[in-house]
């Protein structure tokens, strides 16, 4: 069974689309991270959300964690071309990082 | 941010031989480093946590002796895919955790392996 629990797996918009994409658990987390990859690179750190409840934004893209801190979600709004990527939820255990499936997405001009 | 590089970036090689990929830290020392491995569409997987100094420490179900690991100083970790088989064609990733002890793992480049 996977930890953290992504969807949609697979999202294909147009530009100025909103979406959200969710990554869940039965387990609490100290804190979760978001990473995006863009093809044919490594991930790279979005942010890092610590308590419960909180919401943090980064231009167009809004991040929350659940306030029982098993959940979070990423929000983007206006969506545009050069958001498209894999979005990956992320457990850092100790460096240790357990990825969720990753989101897929794809923003059509 | 902390930069980590891969070498080679890809590597086509022939079934049974021997691929090495190397992850450096460039401007700062990771006495841990991490390897991941990554199929197409689907999210990253780790295989083992290298260590400066000692053996590394594999996931389940990772054969140690098929994917060597060899941590030998502060700033260079290296994988070796060895007796390479089209199923280990595969996107290879490490990551290190950054010097400012912030959680931040900055990852490298990537490496595509494609076995024929």
């Known amino acids: 069974t996977q930890l953290l629990e992504q969807s949609p797996q697979f999202l294909s918009i147009q530009e100025g689309e909103n979406l959200t994409v969710y990554c869940n658990s039965s387990?609490?987390?100290?804190?979760l991270q978001w990473y995006r990859q863009e093809p044919g690179e490594g991930p790279v750190l979005l942010v890092t959300v610590v308590t419960g409840g909180e919401v943090k934004k980064l231009k167009r893209l809004t991040f929350q964690f659940g306030d029982a801190r098993k959940d979070s979600s990423l929000h983007i709004t206006a969506a545009q071309p050069g958001d498209t990527g894999l979005y990956l939820c992320?457990?850092?255990?100790?460096?240790?990082?357990?990825f969720g499936q990753g989101t897929e997405l794809s923003v059509k001009p | 941010g902390a930069v980590v590089s891969q070498h080679p970036s890809r590597v086509i090689c022939k079934s049974g031989t021997s691929v090495k990929i190397e992850c450096r830290s460039l401007d700062f020392q990771a006495t841990t480093m991490f390897w991941y491995r990554q199929f197409p569409k689907q999210s990253l997987m780790l295989m083992a946590t290298s260590n400066e100094g000692s053996k590394a420490t594999y996931e389940q179900g990772v054969e140690k002796d098929k994917f060597l690991i060899n941590h030998a100083s502060l700033t260079l970790s290296t994988l070796t895919v060895t007796s390479a088989h089209p199923e280990d064609s595969s996107f290879y990733i490490c990551?290190?955790?950054?010097?400012?002890?912030?959680?931040?793992?900055?990852f490298g480049e990537g490496s595509r392996l494609t076995v024929l």
């Open positions: 990551s290190a955790r950054g010097p400012q002890n912030t959680g931040e793992l900055f």
């Open positions: 387990s609490v987390f100290s804190s």
């Open positions: 992320v457990y850092n255990q100790g460096g240790k990082l357990i």
